[in-house]
Structures are given as C-alpha cells and as structure tokens.
C-alpha cells in the first residue's frame, strides 16, 4: 500500500507573522543565526514536487543562481499569464484544487508549497495543506508580505512537534 502525499508548506516567518518585507526583501533572515541549515535539507529529502506562484518564481529567478534551485524536483508555477514552459518548470493556469488532487493521488513523495503569499492563501482557503512547517525568526518586521492574509477561513491545527535551530524555532503542524 502506497503512502498519500501530502501538500506541505515549509517557510519561514518573523516573529510578527511575515515572510517578506513589502520591497519582497529576505535580508533579515539571513541576518539571524541558524544552525546549519536549519533542517531544509531533511525537509527536501521529503518532497519530488515544488509548486510556487509566479511572483515568487521570478523572485528565485532574480536571485544570483547558477543552476535552477529545484532541478531534480517536478516544478509547477501557478499564473494567470501565458508563460512557455521550461527546461526546469511547468507553467499552471488551472483550477487550484483540481490540480492539487490530481497530483495528491499519483505515486510520489510529498508536496512543496514554496510561496509565495497569495498562491498560500488560495491553499489554504481551500484547505488544501495537509502539513504546515513553520520556521520563525526572532525578527519583528513591523510591515511586510503577510504569511497569512486576512480572509474568511479557519483552519484548526494540531501540533505535531517543535524543534529549534539556534535562534530559529520550528512549528509542525498538521490539519
């Protein structure tokens, strides 16, 4: 019996619930010391597939990278544009949920849910994250790009565990 994926969320927050400021600047996490890699590594070994809106795709794409960062992962970018697939990426401008079960039911691993702020908020509106990881950053924003938006939802979690990494503190959660 095979195991069902799951859509799992793994990001990082500051402390007042942000995962950005709002010039989509990342600078103050990198300013909080970590311990290793505060866990992705473990986390990566998990997932064969990285969803992402398009926002976020053109800010990894933006980044000073020599190789795309998930060439050995299926990646889907969600837009609202017509955009011609990649070498290294899938271009989705379809149903959320109906894409999001299609891939919950083949054989895999699990289910990478990047970012960025506004494709999370359509996951979670149609509870479509099994898992949520959650790593905050002692760092308070004040303003910024929200982890969550204000919306008309509700999600009733249950802890699954915490772990810290240095100054980082990782929340598992599973709906």
Not at 142 to 165: A, S, W
Request: charged fraction near 30%; glycine fraction near 8%; include cysteine.
């Amino acid at each position: 019996m095979s195991k069902k994926r799951k859509v799992v969320l793994f990001i990082a927050s500051s402390l007042d619930g942000y995962i950005a400021t709002k010039d989509e600047s990342l600078e103050w996490l990198f300013k909080v010391e970590g311990e290793g890699d505060n866990g992705f590594a473990e986390f990566y070994e998990t997932i064969d597939t990285v969803l992402m809106g398009k926002r976020t795709y053109d800010w990894v794409m933006n980044q000073e990278i020599t190789e795309f960062p998930y060439k050995n992962k299926d990646c889907y970018v969600f837009t609202r544009s017509s955009v011609e697939d990649t070498e290294n990426v899938r271009f989705i401008n379809e149903d959320v949920t109906d894409f999001v079960q299609t891939l919950k039911a083949e054989e895999g691993k699990n289910i990478w849910i990047v970012g960025g702020g506004e494709l999370l908020h359509a996951f979670v509106q149609r509870k479509l994250v099994d898992e949520f990881i959650i790593t905050v950053a002692p760092t308070i924003i004040g303003k910024g790009i929200p982890l969550f938006r204000e919306g008309d939802y509700q999600l009733d979690l249950t802890l699954k565990g915490v772990r810290n990494f240095n100054q980082f503190v990782e929340l598992h959660y599973k709906q």
